[in-house]
C-alpha cells in the first residue's frame, strides 16, 4: 500500500511539486493538474512524478456523485473522461 495526500502544497514547478510529495514519505500522489492544462504541462508533471518514484493515483476527473439530473451529470462526465483519456494516450 502507498500513502500520499490530496494536498498540491505549495510548488512552483513540477520537480519540486515531485519533491515536496517524497520529503513527506509519500508513495502516492493526487494529480495537481486537470486534463485542461497543456499538454507539454501535464507530461512535465507525469515525469517529475515518476523520476521521484510516486505514483499518480488519482487524476482529477470531478463529478458530482449527488446530481439528480442524470443526463448532465452523464454529459459532464463523458467530456471529462474523453479529454483525460486522449492526454493519456499521448504521453510515453
Not at 500513502?3 to 510529495?21: D, I, Y
Not at 518514484?53 to 467530456?79: C, H, Y
Request: aromatic share 6%; hydrophobic share 40%; proline share 7%.
Amino acid at each position: 500500500m502507498r500513502l500520499g495526500t490530496s494536498s498540491p502544497l505549495a510548488h512552483t514547478s513540477p520537480q519540486e511539486w515531485a519533491e515536496n510529495q517524497a520529503k513527506l514519505g509519500c508513495g502516492a500522489v493526487v494529480f495537481p493538474l486537470s486534463s485542461a492544462d497543456p499538454e507539454e504541462r501535464i507530461i512535465a508533471y507525469k515525469d517529475a512524478a515518476e523520476k521521484a518514484g510516486l505514483t499518480i493515483a488519482e487524476v482529477g476527473i470531478w463529478r458530482n456523485a449527488l446530481s439528480v439530473d442524470p443526463a448532465t451529470e452523464s454529459s459532464r462526465f463523458a467530456i471529462t473522461w474523453k479529454r483525460c483519456r486522449r492526454r493519456i494516450r499521448r504521453c510515453p
